[in-house]
């Protein structure tokens, strides 16, 4: 079956850095997002990637791995705006997307 | 604001009521989607509607009853629903259904039945 494996919940500093990983087994691959959630709101589009490697956009950046299954998504200069849910999804060569359960991602002072 | 707009935001129902749920996009989107989410689940697609027509019925109930009068408009038709059919119900839009473009969601209907 397709699975997405992400964790449950991470807590992390101000300012600090903070990686939060996502492991994939699809049918075919057409490419991997990352959504965050703030509590109460629409999920919106963070990044995508297809190709191996570090896609970059400011604080954010996220990493791809094809060979291994294996994403992350690193926030940097982290700021309380940024307490949220992360949702990792992979697209399957049908451009079904699956979804992991998402990551609560805690920012303290 | 997404472009992506749903209403009621929230709905509590009883298990013999029947309810509409409501999502309208002006994002000018060929495909739109009801997505179901449930506290510490993956996000659950429900049904998929590309140029109006359904493509995707993911054996979703059939006191789920969607209907799509345009590329612009989508319903989500509830009926003697259960209690564990609480949940928040998502709402998306996308260029097409097999295009690798982003999906833009409307920020939910949290429905809840007693």
């Known amino acids: 079956g397709q699975n997405i494996d992400q964790p449950t919940e991470m807590t992390a500093t101000e300012g600090a850095i903070v990686q939060i990983n996502c492991t994939y087994q699809?049918?075919?691959?057409?490419?991997l997002f990352w959504y965050q959630q703030h509590a109460g709101e629409a999920p919106t589009f963070l990044s995508y990637?297809?190709l191996d490697g570090l896609e970059e956009k400011g604080r954010f950046s996220s990493f791809l791995s094809r060979s291994k299954g294996y994403s992350y998504l690193l926030l940097k200069e982290l700021q309380m705006k940024d307490s949220a849910s992360y949702l990792c999804a992979v697209m399957d060569s049908n451009y079904q997307l699956i979804w992991g359960a998402g990551t609560k991602l805690i920012i303290k002072p | 604001e997404t472009g992506v707009t749903q209403t009621p935001r929230h709905l509590v129902m009883g298990m013999t009521n029947k309810k509409s749920l409501k999502c309208e996009q002006h994002?000018?989107?060929?495909?739109m989607y009801w997505y179901k989410q449930s506290a510490k689940k993956p996000l659950e697609l429900m049904f998929v509607?590309?140029?109006?027509?359904?493509?995707e019925n993911n054996s979703v109930p059939s006191r789920f009853s969607p209907e799509c009068p345009n590329s612009s408009h989508l319903f989500l038709h509830l009926h003697t629903l259960q209690p564990e059919d609480s949940a928040l119900y998502l709402c998306a839009s996308s260029q097409g259904v097999e295009v690798t473009g982003e999906l833009f969601f409307g920020e939910g209907s949290r429905l809840t039945v007693l």
């Open positions: 994002l000018g989107h060929n495909a």
């Open positions: 990637n297809v």
């Open positions: 699809t049918s075919g691959f057409n490419g």
């Open positions: 509607y590309n140029f109006k027509e359904q493509t």
